[in-house]
C-alpha cells in the first residue's frame, strides 16, 4: 500500500507500506521530481526496485528524508542529490 498524505506545514509525504504484497517494483519514475513540495519520501526496503536513481529527485528541494536502500538499484549517486540541502535523513545502502 502506498499513499500521500498532508503532513505538518501542508506539505505532502510519500510513504510506501513495507508489509506491501503487490508493491512498487522496476523503476523509480522520474516523474516523482514534479512533486516539488514533497518533504518525505521512503521507497526503502521494497527490494524490487532496479534500475538508476532518477536525478530528477534532485528537483525536490524540500525534502527532509529520502530512503531508496535495500532495493536493486544500480550506478552512481546523482550530484543533482547535492542540492537537498534540507535532507536530514538519507538512505541509499544495500543497492546493487
Not at 532518477?54 to 542540492?83: A, Q, R, W
Request: hydrophobic letters at 40%; glycine letters at 14%; a positive charge.
Amino acid at each position: 500500500m502506498y499513499f500521500l498524505r498532508f503532513v505538518s506545514g501542508g506539505f505532502l509525504a510519500f510513504y510506501v507500506n513495507h508489509i506491501c504484497k503487490w508493491g512498487l517494483a522496476g523503476t523509480i519514475s522520474p516523474e516523482l521530481g514534479k512533486l516539488v513540495y514533497l518533504t518525505y519520501l521512503d521507497l526503502g526496503s521494497l527490494k524490487r526496485l532496479s534500475g538508476s536513481m532518477p536525478s530528477e529527485l534532485g528537483n525536490l528541494k524540500k525534502l527532509t528524508h529520502l530512503d531508496l536502500s535495500n532495493n536493486k538499484l544500480t550506478g552512481s549517486i546523482p550530484i543533482s542529490y547535492g542540492g537537498l540541502t534540507k535532507l536530514k535523513n538519507l538512505g541509499l545502502g544495500y543497492n546493487l
